[in-house]
């Protein structure tokens, strides 16, 4: 048993937050520092496990060794095959040695020089997206840039990386939107239902698209055809359940967090004029901002992990089999941190999140996640310095994916302001 933080052991108090409750969704932020300064590790008996709040402890229970990613399938099991399937061949859901063996595929997959194929395509598609949403600005007088600019750039760059057509992206949103609901606590059965069903279409799209890739002999220059040629020499490497379970979760997790880096980013520049204006004036502070944002509004906010034996963070016993989770956005604000945690400070450095993980599960698609955010917050300061709110933002419901479902702009464009 090892006490990796060092403090006394104490059984943790109750916390105050129900997950689902929309005030605390909107802004959970003031619930954290409440249970920061209560402790460092809180008992939440709706959860059914332990949370961590303090930077220490959630680092600690994303790299201790004996905290893993260990699924169990979802039940009843014959309700979700499909769902079960996707997870449990994923990289993500697999502790070592498992884990190791396809992350490194995926790894050397992506360093494989997809990342640099991109870069300047990603730029030029930002750019392109961001001239769509000055032209319904300048026509409508406001424009959702989560809809026109947000959303549409992660796709369009992970079905760029992967091969997938681009008539097909709109029906893997659907599906990937519709699995993701099943990471959220207390799912209603339909919405469980939907969540399987788009675990069976999505994995029966690429199960055909492998078959027309193998048929027509035609290898792309992407990360399919090279994951494909990886399962085609040696399925031990990369069984074909493993190789559809790697596409889904690439697609899910380049999709569904960089949507939100990019809603809940350019909100917190809104509503910090200030640190808009400061990239305005200095686009060399693009990269440290994209941290920062991360930092200030998480996308992702909570990530569970199982023990294998037990340990003790932060002076809270988890018993073998028993659960934590990170809670990454109460890390971003803990001021035993970060300076001022509060304060959005685009310049900001050093700046030790763990929006993006730490540990053998850190985000295998960072490099490409920042090029994309930096670029969409390049073209939005140069093409369109006088964005505003141009109405009320709306939350998505949800918590562990935090982000909105509307973000409405406006701005002067042709040196006129349009409303
Ligand atoms: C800004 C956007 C993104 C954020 C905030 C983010 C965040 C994260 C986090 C926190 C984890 C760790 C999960 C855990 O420890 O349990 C993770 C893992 C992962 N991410 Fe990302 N991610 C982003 C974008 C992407 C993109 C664009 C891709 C792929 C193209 C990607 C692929 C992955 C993969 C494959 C893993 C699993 C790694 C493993 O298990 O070894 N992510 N991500």
């Known amino acids: 048993m090892s006490d990796?933080?060092?403090?006394?052991?104490?059984?943790?108090?109750?916390?105050?937050?129900?997950?689902?409750?929309?005030?605390?969704?909107?802004?959970?932020?003031?619930?954290?520092?409440?249970?920061?300064?209560q402790a460092a590790v809180h008992w939440h008996s709706q959860l059914g496990y332990a949370v961590a709040v303090t930077h220490a402890a959630c680092s600690a229970v994303l790299r201790h060794r004996s905290l893993g990613r260990i699924w169990t399938d979802a039940r009843p099991e014959e309700q979700f095959t499909a769902f079960n399937l996707l997870h449990r061949n994923s990289l993500l859901e697999n502790e070592p040695p498992a884990h190791g063996r396809l992350r490194r595929l995926a790894a050397a997959a992506f360093s494989r020089g997809h990342v640099d194929r991109l870069r300047p395509w990603v730029t030029r598609r930002a750019q392109a997206l961001v001239d769509q949403l000055a032209e319904r600005i300048a026509t409508e007088g406001s424009a959702d840039l989560l809809a026109i600019l947000a959303a549409p750039l992660p796709i369009e760059v992970i079905t760029e990386l992967l091969g997938i057509p681009p008539a097909d992206r709109s029906v893997l949103r659907l599906w990937s939107d519709s699995i993701v609901k099943m990471y959220e606590s207390d799912l209603d059965p339909a919405h469980q239902r939907d969540a399987e069903q788009a675990a069976a279409d999505f994995t029966a799209y690429l199960r055909d698209l492998l078959a027309q890739r193998r048929k027509f002999g035609q290898p792309g220059n992407d990360l399919i055809s090279d994951l494909i040629a990886i399962t085609d020499v040696d399925k031990a490497q990369l069984s074909e359940d493993e190789l559809v379970a790697t596409v889904v979760l690439l697609f899910m997790a380049g999709f569904e967090a960089s949507v939100n880096v990019v809603g809940n980013g350019v909100l917190a520049l809104m509503r910090h004029r200030d640190q808009w204006q400061r990239l305005i004036d200095d686009p060399g502070l693009a990269a440290s901002a994209v941290e920062e944002l991360i930092r200030y509004d998480s996308p992702l906010q909570l990530f569970e992990r199982t023990a294998i034996a037990e340990v003790i963070i932060a002076g809270h016993p988890v018993p073998a089999g028993g659960k934590i989770a990170a809670l990454l956005g109460a890390a971003g604000r803990d001021p035993h941190a970060f300076f001022q945690p509060d304060r959005l400070d685009i310049s900001r450095t050093p700046n030790p999140h763990l929006g993006f993980g730490a540990g053998i599960h850190y985000c295998l698609g960072a490099p490409l996640a920042r090029i994309e955010a930096r670029d969409a917050l390049l073209a939005l300061c140069q093409h369109l310095p006088t964005l505003e709110l141009a109405g009320q933002p709306r939350q998505r419901p949800e918590f562990v994916i935090r982000g909105l479902d509307h973000l409405p702009v406006t701005a002067s464009v042709g040196h006129r302001v349009v409303r």
Do not use: C, H, T, W
């Open 4 to 37: 990796i933080v060092g403090k006394p052991l104490r059984s943790a108090p109750e916390p105050a937050f129900d997950p689902a409750d929309q005030n605390f969704v909107a802004d959970p932020y003031p619930v954290f520092a409440a249970m920061r300064r």
